[in-house]
C-alpha cells in the first residue's frame, strides 16, 4: 500500500516556466489538497478537492491551477514560475470530507525557481 | 492565515527527559490535531482531540485541550532521540459554504533529543 505518492522529489525551473507536481493515492480518498511549506510559515493550504471534479481555493491559490479528473490523482500546475513559488510542496488526503479525519501526507516535492 | 500557533519554537532536551509543546488558536474548532514531521519527509498524524474532549493519550504522548484559552498542549514522556522531529498543531474548522473542513496548521516546534 503506497499512500500518498508525489512526483518529482526535487525540481529546478527557471521563472516564466510552467510545470506540473503530480500527486496519486491509493486509498480510494475522497479528499485532497496541496499545501506549501516555508520557512517560518509552516504549511498552507493551496487548493483542495472533495471528489472527482470538484475543486476549490484554499490560503494561498494563486499562480496554481488544480483539477481532478479521478479519484486517485490531483495534480499541481504551476502556469508561470516565479520566485515566490520557491517551496516544499505537500500532497495530503484524507477519507472524506469529514470533520474529524486524519490527513494522510506525501513526502514533498522540493521546489526552486530561479 | 495560521490559526495555531506553536511554542516554544524550539526545544532540546535529553533522553528520557519529558518535552511539552503548546499550541493557541484564534477561532472556535472542531478538533485539534498534532502532526510530527521528520526533517526532509512528509508530516504523519500523531493524535486528534474533538472540542468536547479534554485530555486523551496514546502510548507516550498525552494531549490536553482547553477551548476556553483557546489552547492545547503536547506531552511526549521519556523521550528519545528518535522524538527529534518538528511538531505541528493543526486546527479543523469548517470552510463556509463548502460542506467540508480545513485543517489550519501551526508553524511547528522543533524538538531535539539529545542521547
Known amino acids: 500500500n503506497a499512500g500518498v505518492t508525489q512526483t518529482p522529489k526535487f525540481q529546478v525551473l527557471k521563472t516564466g516556466q510552467s510545470m506540473t507536481l503530480q500527486c496519486a493515492q491509493d486509498?480510494?480518498?475522497?479528499?485532497m489538497s496541496w499545501y506549501r511549506q516555508d520557512p517560518g510559515m509552516g504549511l498552507r493550504l493551496i487548493h483542495y478537492?472533495?471528489?472527482?471534479?470538484?475543486?476549490d481555493q484554499g490560503e494561498v491559490p494563486n499562480g496554481y491551477n488544480v483539477s481532478r479528473s479521478t479519484t486517485e490523482d490531483f495534480p499541481l500546475r504551476l502556469l508561470s514560475a516565479a520566485p515566490s513559488q520557491t517551496s516544499v510542496y505537500f500532497c495530503a488526503s484524507k477519507i472524506d470530507r469529514g470533520v474529524n479525519e486524519k490527513l494522510f501526507f506525501g513526502s514533498g516535492t522540493q521546489l526552486s525557481v530561479l | 492565515s495560521q490559526q495555531g500557533e506553536e511554542d516554544p519554537q524550539a526545544l532540546s532536551i535529553q533522553e528520557g527527559e519529558n518535552a511539552t509543546m503548546n499550541c493557541s488558536y484564534k477561532t472556535s474548532i472542531n478538533n485539534l490535531q498534532w502532526y510530527r514531521q521528520n526533517s526532509g519527509r512528509g508530516l504523519v498524524h500523531l493524535i486528534l482531540i474533538r472540542s468536547n474532549e479534554r485530555e486523551k493519550h496514546s502510548g507516550r504522548l498525552r494531549v490536553t485541550l482547553d477551548t476556553s484559552k483557546k489552547s492545547s498542549s503536547l506531552l511526549i514522556t521519556a523521550s528519545r532521540a528518535a522524538d527529534t522531529a518538528s511538531y505541528f498543531c493543526?486546527?479543523?474548522?469548517?470552510?463556509?459554504?463548502?460542506?467540508?473542513?480545513?485543517?489550519?496548521f501551526g508553524k511547528g516546534t522543533k524538538l531535539s533529543v539529545i542521547p
Open positions: 486509498m480510494n480518498h475522497e479528499y
Open positions: 478537492s472533495v471528489g472527482a471534479g470538484i475543486t
Open positions: 493543526a486546527t479543523s474548522s469548517p470552510i463556509s459554504g463548502a460542506g467540508s473542513y480545513q485543517l489550519t
